[in-house]
């Protein structure tokens, strides 16, 4: 019982955080764009609270890129922020309703190709109290966060080359150590960032 209440402390101390309560308060007064239902279209969500590398698995499009925990809505979810909250605990080990809270929704998001699914991508943001290590499933070849701080330096943002199944791609790129964030990845966080 104690450390359920030290634990929605420490929460409460994060939620209080400058950077956050403005993000809240960013998140809460806009109403985000959502994608209209389309025959044959797929929905997912994901949870942009850390960052993944997916395994390299033959037939996924975003294998071995880094995204963030999230997949396709299952028959048994009650909603998409049910689903993100689940694909990160299958993902990840973190159950966000013990250890942190959605704070917001960002603007539904979908494949720029046609050689990617047809699906649709609601990001949820969410913030994490948590001291445990995680416990990655066989889907994610690693897991890592990148401060505020860091995301908001331009240097790191720029025009590049990218290769992905053997394709060479032009896009806009954040690089974090040997991280390269490009794609859906980078499109939401990039709305993540213009509301801070």
Known sequence: MNELIRGEERLAAILS????AKLRASLSSRRPVE???EPGVSKAAVAQL?????ADYPGDPWSGQVAFPGGREEAG???LQETATRETREETGI???REGMVIGVL??????????????VRPFVAVLERSEPLRLSSEVALAFW???????HKEAWSEDTVFARGVQINARVFRHEDHVIWGMTERILAQLLELL
């Open 95 to 97: 159950d966000l309703t």
């Open 107 to 120: 603007d539904d998001l979908r494949p720029r190709t046609v050689r990617l699914p047809a699906v649709v």
């Open 77 to 79: 979810d009650a909603s």
């Open 17 to 20: 955080h400058p950077a956050i």
């Open 35 to 37: 994608a209209e239902e």
């Open 146 to 152: 990148i401060p505020f701080g860091t995301l908001a």
């Open 50 to 54: 850390l960052f993944i590398k997916r």
